[in-house]
């Protein structure tokens, strides 16, 4: 089962109102699933062209009112891009840590790694901006809870901490050494599923366009 957004009006004006959503079922005459794509990250998430060729889905299908599927859409992205910004303070503290503990453990020179002065100045820094990226994370949990308007603040969040995330997987992978371009080691993963961050639940320079709509620009 699939669900689509798909131009049912083609005459409506503006044009948005005309597009609504539909479950379409795997069996559904006319839709097929093409070839699976590879992707740099995520690599345990199939994702794989879908096809559409003289396929009828029936009316009982229509998911909420005709011509409202990119209103339900829209309702839906203050907490879509919530959730992308909860993943990747997730996703960042978990780098810090195995990084923390990987330069405990490996040593050059007779110490561990975590002794020497830029070690301890870099991990310094992740986590400081981790740490605010957190409460500010948490704050507009609870503030989306009550259902309060935070589209500004969610977008601030959503483009900040994915390129916070994305800089911690740099530093990270950078501290581990040559062994963290190893696949057997999980800040190789973390460092490749990262970079979508940015880019799905609208990219970062769509947020900073909204933010800067919201406060007046």
């Known amino acids: 089962l699939v669900i689509i957004a798909c131009k049912t009006d083609p005459k409506a004006d503006p044009p948005h109102?005309?597009?609504s959503l539909l479950a379409v079922e795997r069996d559904t005459p006319g839709f097929s699933r093409g070839r699976k794509l590879k992707k740099v990250g995520l690599h345990a998430q199939d994702t794989a062209e879908l096809i559409f060729?003289?396929?009828?889905?029936?009316?009982?299908n229509?998911?909420?009112?005709?011509?409202?599927g990119f209103q339900y859409m829209m309702e839906?992205?203050?907490?879509?891009?919530?959730?992308?910004?909860?993943?990747?303070?997730?996703?960042?503290?978990?780098?810090l840590e195995i990084t923390i503990d990987y330069v405990k453990q490996r040593e050059a020179f007779g110490q561990a790694i975590g002794k020497f002065q830029n070690t301890q100045f870099k991990i310094a820094e992740m986590a400081t901006e981790i740490r605010?990226?957190?409460?500010?994370?948490?704050n507009l949990i609870a503030d989306h809870i009550k259902g309060?308007?935070?589209?500004?603040?969610?977008?601030?969040?959503?483009?900040?901490?994915?390129?916070m995330a994305k800089r911690v997987a740099t530093e990270c992978m950078q501290?581990?050494?040559g062994y963290g371009y190893m696949e057997e080691y999980e800040i190789?993963?973390?460092?490749?599923?990262?970079q979508v961050t940015s880019i799905y639940a609208g990219t970062n320079e769509i947020m900073k366009t909204i933010i800067a709509k919201r406060i007046g620009l």
């Open 76 to 95: 839906q992205l203050q907490q879509e891009r919530l959730l992308v910004a909860v993943d990747s303070i997730v996703s960042a503290e978990r780098m």
């Open 62 to 68: 229509l998911i909420g009112e005709e011509g409202k």
């Open 132 to 138: 605010i990226g957190r409460t500010f994370v948490d």
């Open 175 to 177: 501290l581990h050494g």
């Open 148 to 163: 309060k308007d935070v589209v500004t603040e969610v977008s601030m969040a959503k483009w900040w901490i994915t390129d």
């Open 188 to 194: 190789a993963r973390r460092f490749r599923d990262i």
């Open 53 to 60: 060729e003289d396929c009828r889905v029936p009316v009982s």
């Open 17 to 19: 109102k005309g597009i």
